[in-house]
């Protein structure tokens, strides 16, 4: 995660019991190529971490958050958005952090813009306080998804001299 660490974590500590971020009892990142086919790699390496962590049983539910926040960094955060670009390589990174009673799932992007967007962005301004308008919606269900299958999730920007967002996407875990 680099120097901002700390800093990326600040959000999901709000509203949430102290948590001391060097307490972090297993953390794993990997660089996602700006392909779509890099999805199905952000899966495997969601599978293969939570298994090293005990945490099989959890992969259905954050796979299909990291799923979904890898694809709208993909197809929204990338310049050009084409989705087959090999300019930007490493700007997509995703994060997986756990402690003794969350795990956290995070996607870094290059883009500053909000997740949930506005306007001909392809967003269509989802917004978990609409469900009912979310669910005609033809594109932007995923951010949906993620509102649906995690405890709680949002985004921010990053701070000192990274450039761009986390997305975020927070699971409790029982013991």
Do not use: I
Request: aromatic share 8%; proline share 6%.
């Amino acid at each position: 995660m680099g120097t901002n660490g700390s800093t990326m974590l600040e959000p999901l500590r709000q509203g949430l019991p102290p948590v001391d971020p060097t307490a972090v009892s297993g953390s794993a990142s990997c660089a996602l190529p700006a392909r779509f086919e890099a999805v199905r790699g952000a899966r495997s390496f969601t599978r293969s971490t939570l298994g090293q962590w005990g945490l099989d049983d959890r992969f259905d539910d954050v796979a299909l958050v990291v799923s979904e926040l890898v694809t709208n960094a993909l197809r929204h955060a990338l310049p050009g958005s084409t989705g087959g670009s090999s300019e930007h390589e490493s700007h997509v990174r995703l994060h997986l952090m756990r402690w003794s009673t969350r795990l956290v799932c995070a996607v870094r992007d290059p883009s500053e813009d909000s997740p949930t967007g506005t306007g001909d962005e392809g967003f269509s301004g989802f917004s978990p306080e609409r469900t009912e308008e979310n669910c005609d919606l033809e594109s932007g269900r995923g951010l949906f998804l993620v509102d649906s299958y995690s405890d709680s999730w949002g985004w921010h920007p990053l701070a000192g001299r990274l450039t761009g967002k986390v997305v975020w996407a927070l699971f409790r875990l029982h013991d």
